[in-house]
């Protein structure tokens, strides 16, 4: 039981690169998250899915796109990286009352 | 929207109590949260209460809640090197899972 799992643990891009953030989870959650994690701002939602088929904008959905690809997996897209987007992200999924995170992936746009 | 804060730092010696504390303004947050976090690595989930109950204990953690002024605190009891980190609280609504976490608050703990 590995919980959950992000891919890659980090990345360095070009700005107007594109790249995918992978997440899985294997404890049967039905609700996924991304979050950024910045200085001093503690995580803030990028999005989230609820339920297996939905999606739906957090507090900072703007510069990025989510698949919910099936009740395990969850992915994270820049189209087009800038360098405010340099952060660690952080992917979680929950039952009712807890979140359980990821490990983070690092990404630094240059 | 909701905001939850929390002072950036606290410096303790080991083998004393920290207390770290926390305040929201969600008024119908149903649970709040504390997690840490260890250099280089995700967050760990150490504990929750419930709103409508106002202590919850587990092991070396105290959780205290006073919901009339929106006031959550951590006590850890006698405080290691290894408690070292960043603690985060964090609150849930009343309408679907999502949370509102705090800056985050960076434990120094001295031999």
């Known amino acids: 039981n590995a919980g959950v799992t992000q891919t890659p643990k980090f990345q360095v891009l070009k700005t107007g690169q594109s790249m995918t953030l992978q997440c899985a989870q294997d404890?049967?959650?039905?609700?996924m998250y991304w979050y950024r994690q910045d200085p001093g701002m503690g995580l803030r939602l990028i999005y989230y899915?609820?339920?297996?088929?939905?999606?739906d904008k957090g507090e900072v959905p703007n510069g990025y796109n989510v698949s919910r690809l099936n009740k395990r997996e969850f992915s994270l897209r820049l189209e087009s990286a800038a360098p405010s987007q340099t952060s660690v992200y952080f992917c979680?999924?929950?039952?009712?009352?807890?979140?359980?995170f990821g490990p983070g992936t690092r990404l630094l746009v240059l | 929207g909701e905001d939850v804060e929390q002072s950036l730092f606290l410096s303790v010696r080991e083998g004393d109590s920290s207390v770290i504390n926390c305040t929201y303004t969600?008024?119908?947050?149903?649970?709040l949260y504390w997690y840490k976090q260890e250099p280089g690595a995700g967050l760990q989930l150490l504990t929750y209460?419930?709103?409508?109950?106002d202590m919850k204990q587990d092991q070396r953690l105290t959780v205290l809640l006073n919901k009339k002024d929106k006031h959550l605190s951590l006590r850890i009891a006698d405080t290691q090197t290894g408690d070292s980190a960043i603690y985060f609280c964090?609150?849930?609504?009343?309408?679907?899972?999502?949370?509102?976490f705090g800056g985050g608050t960076r434990l120094m703990v001295k031999p």
């Open positions: 979680a999924s929950s039952v009712v009352e807890t979140q359980y």
């Open positions: 404890m049967n959650h039905n609700s």
């Open positions: 899915s609820a339920s297996e088929g939905t999606t």
């Open positions: 969600d008024s119908s947050s149903t649970y």
């Open positions: 209460i419930f709103s409508n109950m």
């Open positions: 964090a609150e849930k609504g009343n309408a679907g899972n999502m949370l509102t």
